[in-house]
């Protein structure tokens, strides 16, 4: 599985910004998708994540009721960023896992590279 996220920008606090996550290569119908963040000197952080199958969807407590993830379509995922603050400043990455989403990084086994987004106050 590749993975290819997107979307990254420079953007000023309350705006908003629209990730994308494009899954491509061998997937099964039960699998995962989860955002992850790094900002610098941080350790990668848990931020959203969906249950393929079942729709399920899954959010670190910093980001509930400001990001929303979404299927885009057959594969691939959005991650919609609102009411952004500069510590939502990071590296964002998406992942794959098998089954539901786990929320630690070493629970997924596929990785994209990284998209910056940098929200200035």
């Known amino acids: 599985v590749q993975l290819q996220a997107s979307g990254g920008g420079l953007v000023q606090a309350g705006g908003s910004l629209r990730l994308s996550c494009a899954a491509s290569?061998?997937?099964?119908?039960?699998?995962?998708i989860g955002w992850f963040r790094q900002a610098p000197g941080k350790e990668r952080e848990f931020v959203a994540g969906?249950?393929?199958?079942?729709?399920?969807t899954y959010y670190a407590d910093s980001v509930k009721g400001r990001f929303t993830i979404s299927k885009a379509n057959s594969k691939d995922v959005y991650l919609q960023m609102n009411s952004l603050k500069p510590e939502d400043t990071a590296v964002y990455y998406c992942?794959?896992?098998?089954?539901?989403?786990?929320?630690?990084?070493?629970?997924?086994?596929?990785w994209g590279q990284g998209t910056q987004v940098t929200v200035s106050s």
């Open positions: 992942a794959a896992a098998r089954g539901d989403p786990p929320m630690t990084v070493k629970g997924y086994d596929y």
């Open positions: 290569g061998r997937t099964s119908s039960n699998y995962a």
């Open positions: 969906l249950s393929w199958d079942s729709g399920s």
